[in-house]
């Protein structure tokens, strides 16, 4: 598998102008590696074809890295589960520092051990409920991006990104196609809670043609 995930990688990252060198399709083989062999022990994602750890998995959780500015950027995923979108985005672009929120103690356990295996600096692991989190006051606007995969509805996440994001950082909720009633419901909480939509970008996974929409966020400067 290894020379077929390379090269699936390879051709789905140029797809989306991201350029993967080899330290990256090696950690990424690592990466999958340890998700087969953990997800057969704790299930840790669904697997139901080849393309769906490197493309709806690793691909899908590398798009947002293009509207992310910044690559020193402080980052927190809030329900990551198997690691998505962090880990990628940290192997894609390693200056990250990553912080990655999931109140599975398994799921932290198996973060924990990717994170040593891999060797990822800057790279924390949070097993809590985010609404215990939210109650240590260190946290409030502790992150330059907040990000969630099809964690939350949005009008949740919204109320739950506007505590930890900084003045003028971002929040990018990483969605399905039809997420419009969502946006609407939004929209007062974003005044609300201090955010300003900024972006709703429809994306194209490649070779799999999945559509995403990528919703960004600005915490307004108080």
């Known amino acids: 598998m290894e020379n077929t995930l390379q090269k699936i990688l390879s051709e789905a990252s140029s797809a989306i102008g991201i350029s993967l060198g080899e330290r990256e399709f090696t950690l990424f083989q690592e990466y999958y590696s340890e998700l087969i062999f953990w997800n057969n022990k704790i299930n840790l994602i669904s697997v139901k074809s080849e393309l769906d750890i490197p493309i709806k ?3 899908d959780s ?14 927190i995923d809030i329900g990551t589960g198997a690691g998505f979108p962090g880990i990628p985005l940290k192997i894609a672009a390693d200056t990250l520092k990553v912080s990655l929120l999931d109140s599975s ?11 040593r295996k891999l060797r990822l600096d800057d790279t924390i692991i949070i097993n809590r409920r985010v609404e215990l989190l939210m109650k240590d ?32 950082g971002i929040l990018i909720a990483m969605k399905g196609v039809n997420i419009n009633k969502e946006l609407e419901e939004a929209e007062g909480i974003s005044q609300e809670v201090g955010l300003k939509h900024i972006g709703c970008h429809e994306i194209r996974l490649p070779i799999t043609e999945d559509f995403r929409k990528i919703v960004i966020y600005k915490k307004l400067q108080s």
């Open 57 to 59: 998995h690793f691909i």
């Open 62 to 75: 590398l798009i947002p890295l293009q509207f992310i500015e910044n690559k020193n950027n402080s980052l």
């Open 105 to 115: 103690r398994k799921k932290a356990s198996f973060l924990k051990n990717i994170v």
């Open 137 to 168: 006051e260190t946290c409030r606007g502790a992150f330059d991006v907040v990000i969630s995969r099809a964690s939350f509805k949005l009008q949740q996440f919204l109320e739950i990104g506007a505590f930890f994001i900084t003045p003028g």
